[in-house]
């Protein structure tokens, strides 16, 4: 069984980060080992939520797995806390990263065009040298435009979007993906762009007009478990934004979903029998 190491904050009521990543990974078949950055009391989309940072322990926890000789097919990391953690998730890296260690690094900070409340600029060209490590980076496009330093914009063509693409790309990942891309009307998906061999891959499914949270994290635990199942990175997209836009079109139905997040759980079972 492959085994994925996941970095990000717990959320303890909110549907996203490690409360989406190891069921969903889980699911996928993968095992799932989590470290902790923060214990929120609620995602900061809430008002008031208490927050006790981590970052003491990882240290510790890196140290004892390396005396336990564990190793991971996958490290995928997700939010994180502070600058200062951005550089102990680099260690990390260093100490647990071999040949065959796929490092997927999904830069949560922002979204529509601002940051979250904890995060400032410095916080985004931090995570832009986080991504250089990577072999997959994901990042939405606000969170693009913060790392690149090209405007956001909420109307744009391809060339825009091909242009962040080469701007993540100068980052240094192997492969960069931007989500959130609507190509055309009505439409929504990815766009990624692989520096190994000049690739592109669009993939676009209907676009629902309804913005939850945790779906980010949504699609990259599935991009993570799929490629860990076997896939290669474009049916991995692929299955993660029809997996990511139906979990937001069954949420919908839900007369009693809250408003915090999606119904993840419900489409679950559908989701291990996507191919
Ligand atoms: O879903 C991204 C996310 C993860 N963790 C925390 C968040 C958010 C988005 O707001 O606040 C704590």
Known sequence: MKRVLTIQDISCLGKCSLTIALPVISALGSETVILPTAVLSTHTMFKGFTCKDLSDQIEPIAEHWKKEKVRFDAIYTGYLGTIEQIDQIKAMFEAFRDDNTLIVVDPVMADNGKLYPAFDLDYAKKNAKLCAEADIIVPNITEASFMTGIEYREEYDEGYIRELLAGLNELGAGIS???????????????????RNGEYFTYQNQRIDAAYHGTGDLFSSTVVGEIMKGKDWKDALRIAADHTANTIEVTLRNPDKPWYGVDFEATIPALIEME
């Open 177 to 195: 993906v931007l989500t959130g891309v609507s190509l055309e009307k009505g439409r929504t998906g990815v766009m990624g762009y692989d520096s």
